[in-house]
């Protein structure tokens, strides 16, 4: 069973940077496509983005599009959300999620019932 756990919340002014870390356990990385999801208070959980586990391939929501960047390190079972240009509107729970086990090379939806283990998330605060 696949446990994955977030670090490197925190409060941030806007404009700022943060680089979220998640760390997995109990399988490797290798058949799992990865994604990072965010959830506002009053609001649904989204998805940030969500990269694969083939060719590393990516996908962002509108919102993140050229400031945030998702990488994966399955040798270290770590996964990265580099956060650059933070907005108000970014603070959220942040959820680490693995979908998967994986073993053809389709591309995998970036969609939140598409991912069944999640870690217990990290809180993102943007603000002056």
């Known amino acids: 069973q696949l446990q994955l756990v977030e670090s490197g919340g925190g409060l941030v002014q806007p404009g700022g940077s943060l680089r979220l870390s998640c760390a997995a356990s109990?399988?490797?990385?290798?058949?799992?496509?990865i994604g990072w999801f965010r959830q506002a208070p009053g609001k649904e959980r989204e998805a940030v983005t969500c990269i694969s586990n083939t060719d590393g391939s990516t996908n962002y929501a509108d919102s993140v599009k050229g400031r945030f960047t998702i990488s994966r390190d399955n040798a270290k079972k770590m996964v990265y959300l580099q956060m650059t240009s933070l907005k108000p509107e970014d603070t959220a729970v942040y959820y680490c999620?693995?979908?998967?086990?994986?073993?053809?090379?389709?591309?995998?939806?970036?969609?939140?019932?598409?991912?069944?283990?999640w870690g217990q998330g990290t809180q993102v605060t943007v603000s002056s």
């Open positions: 999620a693995a979908g998967g086990p994986i073993y053809g090379r389709s591309p995998y939806p970036c969609t939140k019932p598409h991912y069944g283990s």
């Open positions: 109990g399988s490797t990385l290798d058949y799992y496509a």
